[in-house]
C-alpha cells in the first residue's frame, strides 16, 4: 500500500490558491491596459472603468496573500551551497537524467529561484503601483518617477508571468506534484525520488538499494 506524506497543510493550501485567483484576475486586468490588443479582457471586469478600478486591488491582495506565503516559506526557500551545485547540473535535470542531481531538501534551485523572482516581482508590482495609483497617490509622485514606475512595473509583470508559467509547466512535468497543492499529500516514493533529504526528515526509510 502506497504510504503518504503532508507537504502542504489546509492553510498553506488555501493560501496558495488565494494567491493564484488573485494572480489571474490581476494578470487579465493588467494585460486589458498593457496593449489595445488586449482592451478587450476588460469584459470580463464591467467595462474599462471598472477594470481601471479593480486592478490595484487585485494587486494588493495577490501581494497581501503572497506576504502570507512568503512568511511560511522564506526559511525553507534560503539559498545554500548545494543548490548553487544542482543549478550547474540542472542541464541534465532538463535532458532526463535526474540521478546526477544532488540531493535536495523540501525545495530545488529552481523552485527556490522562481520564489525569490515571485517575491521581488511582487515587491516591485507594489511600489510602482502606489506610485501611479489614480487620484489615491499619484499626486505624491513627480511625473518622471511615475513614468519610470509605469516601465518597472510593466517589466516586473512580464517577469512574474513567465515565472508563474515555470512554475505551473515544473508542476505538471514533475508527476505527483499537482497533489501536494490539491490534497497537500505526495507519497513517500514520490518524496524519496525528487527531495531525497526532505524524505530523510520526515522519517521516511530509504529502500534497501540505497546508500549501497
Given at each position: 500500500?502506497m504510504?503518504?506524506?503532508?507537504r502542504?497543510?489546509?492553510?498553506?493550501?488555501?493560501?496558495?490558491?488565494?494567491?493564484?485567483?488573485?494572480?489571474i484576475?490581476?494578470?487579465?486586468?493588467?494585460?486589458?491596459?498593457f496593449?489595445?490588443?488586449?482592451?478587450?479582457?476588460?469584459?470580463?471586469?464591467?467595462?474599462?472603468?471598472?477594470?481601471?478600478?479593480?486592478?490595484?486591488?487585485?494587486?494588493?491582495?495577490?501581494?497581501?496573500?503572497?506576504?502570507?506565503?512568503?512568511?511560511?516559506?522564506?526559511?525553507?526557500?534560503?539559498?545554500?551551497?548545494?543548490?548553487?551545485?544542482?543549478?550547474?547540473?540542472?542541464?541534465?535535470?532538463?535532458?532526463?537524467?535526474?540521478?546526477?542531481?544532488?540531493?535536495?531538501?523540501?525545495?530545488?534551485?529552481?523552485?527556490?529561484?522562481?520564489?525569490?523572482?515571485?517575491?521581488?516581482?511582487?515587491?516591485l508590482?507594489?511600489?510602482?503601483?502606489?506610485?501611479?495609483?489614480?487620484?489615491?497617490?499619484?499626486?505624491?509622485?513627480?511625473?518622471?518617477?511615475?513614468?519610470?514606475?509605469?516601465?518597472?512595473?510593466?517589466?516586473?509583470?512580464?517577469?512574474?508571468?513567465?515565472?508563474?508559467?515555470?512554475?505551473?509547466?515544473?508542476?505538471?512535468?514533475?508527476?505527483?506534484?499537482?497533489?501536494?497543492?490539491?490534497?497537500?499529500?505526495?507519497?513517500?516514493?514520490?518524496?524519496?525520488?525528487?527531495?531525497?533529504?526532505?524524505?530523510?526528515?520526515?522519517?521516511?526509510?530509504?529502500?534497501?538499494?540505497?546508500?549501497?
Open positions: 500500500m504510504r503518504m506524506l503532508q502542504y497543510k489546509d492553510g498553506d493550501r488555501i493560501n496558495h490558491w488565494i494567491v493564484a485567483l488573485c494572480f484576475l490581476a494578470g487579465l486586468s493588467g494585460l486589458a491596459f496593449h489595445p490588443a488586449f482592451y478587450f479582457l476588460t469584459a470580463l471586469f464591467g467595462g474599462g472603468p471598472w477594470t481601471r478600478i479593480l486592478h490595484p486591488f487585485l494587486g494588493v491582495a495577490m501581494c497581501l496573500g503572497f506576504l502570507g506565503m512568503f512568511l511560511r516559506f522564506w526559511r525553507s526557500n534560503l539559498w545554500s551551497r548545494s543548490d548553487t551545485e544542482w543549478a550547474r547540473r540542472s542541464p541534465s535535470l532538463l535532458r532526463g537524467d535526474e540521478h546526477a542531481m544532488p540531493p535536495v531538501g523540501k525545495y530545488n534551485a529552481g523552485q527556490k529561484g522562481v520564489f525569490w523572482l515571485m517575491t521581488i516581482c511582487l515587491l508590482l507594489l511600489v510602482t503601483g502606489v506610485m501611479f495609483w489614480q487620484p489615491w497617490f499619484a499626486d505624491a509622485f513627480p511625473i518622471l518617477a511615475r513614468r519610470i514606475a509605469v516601465l518597472v512595473h510593466a517589466i516586473a509583470a512580464v517577469c512574474l508571468i513567465l515565472g508563474a508559467i515555470v512554475h505551473i509547466y515544473a508542476a505538471i512535468w514533475v508527476k505527483g506534484s499537482i497533489p501536494a497543492m490539491t490534497r497537500g499529500e505526495v507519497s513517500e516514493a514520490w518524496a524519496r525520488q525528487h527531495h531525497p533529504l526532505w524524505a530523510d526528515e520526515m522519517g521516511v526509510a530509504k529502500r534497501p538499494t540505497e546508500g549501497r
